[in-house]
């Protein structure tokens, strides 16, 4: 079942982050790099999210919601649909987007800086997609 929400086209790539925690090898690997639970609220307007998460905790699951049913993120990552687009394909850094106010962390800031190699896994299945 895909985790893509038309209304928020970069949701598509929560489908392929799933993907490429597929092997029991790369999902243990995510879980022993990134610790936590992960929270991505994407934003259309001021009073339009929707939430995604990636379990790097325990199971290395990806799905809708802010975490899986009983437990709560660790880091919440906040941002427009626009900016996570750019953030997925490479063409934004999200420390800069941190910096310039357009990234909002809630939680521990530093677990946040965990999910970089998995971004840049699926940035790479972006690009090969392309």
Known sequence: MSLKNDAYPSSAAFDLI?????????????????????????????????????????????????????????????????????????KANAQKLFISGKLKIKGDVMKATRMEPILKKAQAQVKAKL
């Open 18 to 90: 799933r993907d490429s925690l597929s092997s029991d090898a790369e999902r243990k690997d995510a879980i022993k790099k990134g610790g936590a639970i992960f929270a991505f609220t994407l934003k259309k307007s001021k009073d339009e999210q929707e939430s995604w998460f990636i379990d790097l905790q325990e199971t290395g699951t990806v799905g809708r919601g802010t975490a899986p049913d009983g437990k709560s993120p660790g880091v919440t990552l906040i941002l427009s649909d626009a900016e996570f687009a750019k953030l997925i394909s490479g």
